[in-house]
């Protein structure tokens, strides 16, 4: 195996733990899939994506699937993937620079999802996804490829993903940064969530919110793009269990 691809794969692994540390899993649902360089595709798109039918602590590097944007398995592997998963992150994966997608059905990101007027733009973790954040209308479970091209119309450039009714998306250059994104959506909707409970929330004002997204680093490549952050719950998990190596 080339080597780059050993290391995409165990960098996908440990975000599936990573996942599933965090809570933010689905039975043996939803998905992260990341797309191979260059050096081990020869150019074509080809991506990794898990196993379906195992839960995200039963992923490990050498069971994840290498498929292509048509969803033929490239690799022999042994295990089916989700159509549901295929349809949707390939469509995403066409984006220009969209090198990681990842998908959640967390409680607070559902919830956000359901809400008429979406995510408020009321608290520290919103106010930095000024004008980040898109929309795409629900049209059941995603296995149409019909859907993509809406689905690309509705995104657009923006990173953080809110699929009405249904959850939340991201995608990134990297993956650390994918995952950076997520979190910060994913925050913001648990304190909404709270804050919802309790009253209406305070807005953030448009020009404090956008002061906040051009302050906030932690998607900038130039200052890591969420790679310290991924790194160091890499180090959690790998303290608890470190077989998604293997």
Not at 111 to 124: D, E
Not at 175 to 202: D, H, K, Y
Not at 204 to 211: G, L, R, S, T, W
Request: aromatic share 8%; proline share 4%; with cysteine.
């Amino acid at each position: 195996m080339h080597a780059d691809e050993r290391a995409a794969r165990i960098q996908l692994a440990a975000c599936y733990r990573v996942f599933a540390l965090l809570g933010w899993t689905e039975m043996i649902y939803n998905h992260i899939t990341l797309r191979l360089p260059a050096s081990v595709s020869g150019g074509d798109k080809h991506f990794l994506i898990n196993p379906f039918g195992l839960h995200y602590t039963e992923v490990t590097a050498s069971n994840l699937v290498k498929v292509n944007l048509a969803g033929d398995i490239l690799d022999g592997s042994p295990h089916p993937i989700n159509p549901a998963g295929y349809v949707l992150h390939s469509t995403i994966h066409a984006i220009n620079g969209a090198h990681c997608v990842m998908h959640t059905h967390t409680t607070a990101g559902v919830a956000v999802a359901s809400l008429a007027s979406g995510l408020s733009q009321s608290n520290f973790y919103s106010a930095q996804l000024h004008d980040m954040v898109a929309y795409h209308d629900f049209e059941g479970i995603t296995i149409h490829a019909e859907e993509g091209p809406r689905v690309l119309r509705s995104i657009g450039n923006r990173q953080a993903v809110i699929l009405r009714n249904h959850g939340l998306l991201s995608w990134g250059k990297t993956l650390p940064q994918a995952f950076a994104v997520l979190w910060t959506l994913q925050r913001a909707c648990e304190i909404q969530l709270a804050t919802q409970s309790m009253g209406a929330p305070l807005p953030v004002p448009e020009a404090i919110a956008a002061k906040c997204t051009r302050d906030a680093l932690q998607f900038d490549p130039r200052h890591g793009a969420g790679q310290d952050v991924f790194n160091a719950l890499v180090r959690q998990v790998d303290r608890i269990d470190d077989s998604y190596r293997n």
